[in-house]
């Protein structure tokens, strides 16, 4: 099947759509084990007869089924297809697709895992029955696309029945993203919330959750109108009336959308497309909030509301506009939070933690990863960026904590946290790979002010990791680069560094210590062919010999470079400035962090093909940079040899260099010459060598050059999703790193805090 037909272009994302839910294997899910299952052992223990064990134990204590079970991270997403996104009842089996989908977005955004459930039940109480029977696989429930009125029953029987959260996303997770954005709307505008004026179309189950979530943040009843297919929705009308419309009918006789919007604050429309009109606009309130949430044609489409009320902050349903609201901002969160503290329910006060959590994280600086994933477009708090992007990590760690600890105070949790920054801490651990392995780091920096200069102070991704530094470190990021540029770069990101506050800025171009600078560099260099005239022209040109003469003249204590060039280039300068007082360069170190835990590979760019002295050197440096993480260090010193077995150049270097420090009384533990899968594999290392020094797989590779330390390192950021951390420089006295080019905000800020950690015994 073909999906390049570029005729159509309809017809082309149709044929995408298929082919992505059909290729390499059919739908979006699968099931992994884990635990090992690799022997007669390990079958013992998953099944007969060990699992006889845990089923005991929980028979004793149902409690314990959150201890030997997964069913404490499972939900169930569970429809019976009778209202399913803009399709309708298209019924169960038509619906797997997107229940499967849901079941994706809870597993990526939030780590939980999901089963979806179809079911061909129209009945809304026997569907209820159901689901409670559903009760002992799962910790809790999400109800998808069931259709209004039958939602309410569901969701009412299960909640009443069930001692788990039951949460119907269609109804609160739409309500939660209006409430945070209609929260900041207000803020922006400077309104309260009891004083504002609603007027919503739509009396269905989402309109109806979004009504209520507004009263319980401050609305006051008498000023919501609400309008359907019939009009207002008043006292005494009969046709077409629920229970829940019938809590919001005003007072007086039948009306229409047209005679209820004079003056409106806000309308919400989830509805149809094309209900509310430009003439209706222009008689709301000055700077109106529309939010036309209909899809995938709004009430009234954005260009015209703009056109109409230029100053109108608009949220849609669609990804094509400004304020997306997309319920992928709240469930996966939600449920994360009231699943770590074993909630028994999802109450008010959960939501509105949530609402909070949301509406806080737009009016914060933007993070790296969300700018990444939604390069172009302006993230900063605004009238055009009310909520966050669902791209942006740090809503695992806001929201979820922040549910979290309305389930706690509310007395809804059988599990409370007891130490919530560590919680928090936890859950941004589980989205930033590196933020584990980095705490140590983080912690040492912390305890001293350093000053770290950026040569190339102009790239965004250092903009980014200087914010970042302001706010997670007590540590004064210089950046070199011209300051009109760095402003407008800085107002572009939405970030809030600013010169002379929280930051310096170097002008290569006109900074008064320029004649202190070339006279420096020309002193240190005078009898390595620099003239003055170079000098002076390199003090204008290359922000990395302007940085390493800053360190040098102790104007900052470390420094950072390479988001673009060849590092031996910047090698080049960083030793001629700073290759003092026997500092020089050893080797470059790059933790590589997998889904096993963490690898550290060496050297990956500074000797090309190292002498045995210099691959001693680089193995005792990397136990001592290893141990700032956190890690005791057991080396491989790797090559095409094993243990003797081979006479070739490499495997000549590794023997020396393990026989100089055999020579020396180091106290980490080391081995080689071996292969890669001997280093990593005890098992295949004990065939080889059964009286090796070296017990459990290795967790440090050294090379004997640098050609396969890179190639092992750029393989494993490639086709293992490794997340590098480096490289470190060795051999400086932590006073300048090299970066790569394809370095992240993130991975800038945490070479920094490397960089901004006291020097002590490091290398």
Request: aromatic share 6%; charged share 20%; proline share 6%.
């Amino acid at each position: 099947m073909s999906d390049r037909n570029t005729d159509d272009p309809q017809a082309a994302l149709r044929q995408a759509a298929l082919s992505y839910h059909q290729f390499p294997k059919p739908g979006k899910l699968e099931i992994r084990p884990t635990k090992p299952l690799a022997n007669g052992r390990d079958l013992s223990l998953a099944y007969s007869p060990g699992v006889a064990e845990a089923c005991t134990a929980i028979g004793a204590h149902a409690d314990r089924a959150f201890d030997y079970t997964a069913r404490g991270n499972l939900v169930a997403v569970v429809t019976n297809g009778t209202a399913v996104l803009g399709l309708g009842n298209i019924g169960a089996l038509a619906s797997k697709p997107v229940m499967e989908g849901k079941a994706v977005l809870f597993k990526k955004f939030a780590g939980i895992d999901c089963f979806d459930i179809e079911l061909n039940e129209s009945d809304p109480e026997r569907l209820a029955d159901i689901v409670c029977a559903l009760e002992p696989t799962f910790g809790a429930i999400n109800l998808e696309d069931i259709k209004a009125p039958d939602c309410f029953v569901v969701e009412k029987l299960c909640r009443e029945r069930m001692n788990i959260p039951v949460f119907h996303d269609d109804q609160h997770g739409t309500a939660i993203v209006v409430g945070a954005a209609a929260l900041n709307a207000l803020k922006l505008t400077d309104r309260e919330w009891a004083d504002i004026k609603v007027v919503s179309t739509g009396g269905g189950a989402a309109g109806i959750a979004c009504l209520n979530m507004l009263l319980t943040l401050g609305v006051q009843r008498e000023n919501v109108f609400l309008c359907d297919l019939h009009g207002l929705v008043h006292e005494g009308r009969e046709i077409d009336m629920t229970p829940q419309k019938a809590a919001y009918a005003q007072p007086g006789g039948p009306r229409d959308l047209g005679q209820v919007i004079d003056g409106a604050d806000l309308f919400l429309g989830l509805s149809g497309p094309g209900v509310l009109k430009p003439d209706m606009v222009s008689r709301m309130a000055p700077k109106p909030i529309i939010f036309a949430l209909a899809n995938p044609n709004p009430e009234i489409a954005y260009d015209l509301a703009k056109a109409t009320a230029p100053d109108a902050i608009i949220a849609t349903g669609r990804s094509d506009h400004p304020n997306q609201v997309n319920n992928v901002l709240c469930f996966p969160f939600i449920f994360r939070g009231a699943l770590d503290v074993g909630a028994t329910e999802i109450n008010e006060a959960m939501k509105v933690g949530c609402v909070e959590g949301i509406a806080a994280l737009a009016r914060a600086t933007t993070s790296a990863e969300a700018a990444a994933a939604y390069q172009g477009e302006q993230l900063t708090f605004g009238t055009d960026y009310l909520i966050p992007k669902p791209f942006d990590p740090r809503l695992m760690g806001v929201v979820a904590s922040s549910v979290a600890a309305a389930a706690m105070e509310s007395g809804v949790a059988t599990r409370p946290i007891e130490d919530m920054a560590a919680y928090k801490a936890n859950l941004d651990a589980s989205v930033f790979k590196s933020a584990m392995i980095m705490r140590p780091v983080f912690a040492a920096a912390a305890q001293a002010q350093r000053r770290i200069v950026f040569a190339e102070g102009e790239d965004e991704r250092v903009l980014r990791a200087a914010q970042a530094m302001t706010e997670e470190t007590t540590d004064i990021p210089i950046l070199i680069g011209r300051p009109d540029v760095i402003a407008t770069r800085i107002a572009r990101a939405g970030l809030t560094i600013e010169p002379g506050r929280n930051l310096e800025v170097v002008n290569p171009e006109n900074d008064p210590r320029y004649r202190d600078y070339w006279e420096t560099y020309h002193s240190l260099m005078a009898r390595k062919g620099v003239a003055p005239d170079l000098a002076r022209a390199v003090m204008r040109t290359n922000t990395t010999a302007i940085a390493a003469v800053m360190v040098s003249r102790d104007e900052a204590e470390s420094m950072i470079c390479g988001t673009f060039g060849q590092f031996l280039w910047h090698l080049r300068y960083v030793t001629e400035v700073l290759g003092q007082d026997g500092l020089h360069a050893v080797g470059a170190l790059s933790l590589m962090i997998l889904e096993d835990g963490p690898l550290f590979i060496a050297d990956t760019h500074v000797h090309a093909c190292p002498t045995p002295a210099q691959v001693t050197e680089t193995t005792i440096a990397c136990a001592r940079h290893v141990r700032r993480f956190g890690v005791e260090p057991k080396i491989a010193l790797c090559s095409g040899s094993q243990f003797g077995n081979l006479d070739s150049e490499s495997g000549k270097t590794m023997r020396a260099a393990v026989a100089a420090l055999d020579a020396m009384s180091l106290d980490f533990v080391y081995e080689g010459e071996m292969n890669v899968d001997a280093a990593l594999d005890p098992e295949l290392r004990a065939r080889f060598l059964p009286c090796s020094r070296m017990d459990g797989p290795a967790n440090v590779l050294v090379f004997a050059s640098t050609d396969a330390a890179g190639a092992t390192r750029n393989i494993l950021k490639a086709r293992a999703g490794g997340l590098e951390v480096g490289p470190l420089l060795m051999g400086m006295g932590n006073k300048a790193h090299i970066v790569t080019p394809s370095i992240t905000a993130r991975g800038l800020l945490n070479v920094s805090a490397l960089a901004g950690t006291p020097v002590a015994h490091y290398g």
